[in-house]
């Protein structure tokens, strides 16, 4: 019974709301004229369903697919379509609903219960990761501080996404280094660890990522696109598994040190020996953020606003760090004095943009090596009552 409600109110409930508030955030930008808020919104609507679409497709034209010929075109246009880009978010609350109908013990088998992880994680993962992200950098330029009660229902907002991201990421986690079984359960205690670990590297890249997207503004597409082609080519060196497991951690695995990998990889490798492979693409993955996001993305940031005019601001764009003095804009800013050592608008961000950047992205690396010894420590799954 205690399964049945979790689905019902987890996967059917609060996915029924998720969809509501994309609806009407689409909506919104749409209709007050942010246009390209409201495509990167449906973006990152259509991600998971767009990476679900690629692997299929993938796995579909490699013959990875079970049955006849007729029955794996047949599956292949099942999940393609109903779990596409379009229909993604509304198919996976359906296929929870369904299958929750059909009984606890059906849900509770593990080609079940292993779909829903799968589903799940990839919704969370991407969509949401994205969507944060997003949120946050919209919330960069269009921060006031004599607006704080709307600004204090976005941080809201934001902290709850930030808590249910760590939490899926951390189940995640410990699904798949467990084999997929869903037979044990993961320590409480390794939980927590990992848990707060988690939370720290989503505020940490997530700060970086926001701040500088607020002053590439469409080039941080192509930031992120080199962070996720980085991804999957680490992930194709170090982990030996299925090909579109390798799309979708080059996705997943830009917030936040993530990664998939398939039940059949795991077969012959114990827990522990999963923990170690996990663990040294994590590190590997955050040394590339170091080194992409950290550092060339910077480089690239300060040479955009400063010697090109490929970033253009206005009074309804300017980043919190920046201050526009013939304009007096933003409003309130308490970064009004520019420093005389760099020049204006964005003296400030030269100065503690840089810092934070780089900083926040150097002890995002310790942090993840420190994690490893942490949370990798006598590791062992126990049989779940």
Sequence with gaps: ?????????????????????????????????????????????????????LCYTYSYLHGDLEGTKKQQFLEYLFWAVCFGPF?????LVIWHAVQICKGENNFLRFETLARSRVL???????????????????????????????????????SLSILILAKSCTDHHYFEISGKNVKVRTPYGQMVRRLLFNILHILFRGFVIALLASYLQYLALAVIGLMVIANYIT?????????????????????????????????????????RLFTKFYRFNSVIFLIIIGILALVSTNCIISLTSLSTFNCNNYPFLSYDQDLACPPSSPFTTPISSFPSPHSWFYLLGNFSVLSLSMLHVFLVFLEGKVCGKDYTPVPRV
């Design 235 to 275: 992930s194709n060196i170090l982990i030996k598994t299925d090909g579109s497991k390798h799309i979708w951690t080059a996705f997943a695995a830009v917030l936040l040190p993530n990664c998939f990998i398939s039940r059949v990889t795991l077969e012959d490798k114990s827990a522990k020996d999963a923990q």
């Design 87 to 91: 229909l993604y978010p509304v198919s």
């Design 120 to 158: 799940n994680s990839l919704s969370v993962l991407t969509k949401s990761a994205l969507q944060l992200t997003l949120q946050a950098t919209i919330m960069m330029i269009t921060w006031r501080y004599d607006n704080m009660p709307w600004h204090s229902y976005q941080l809201a907002s934001a």
């Design 1 to 53: 019974m205690r399964t049945v409600t979790r689905v019902i109110l987890y996967d059917v409930l609060l996915g029924l709301i998720y969809i509501s508030f994309d609806i009407y955030l689409i909506y919104f930008y749409l209709s007050t004229g942010h246009i390209w808020w409201g495509a990167a919104t449906v973006t990152a609507v259509a991600l998971p369903g767009t990476l679900e679409f």
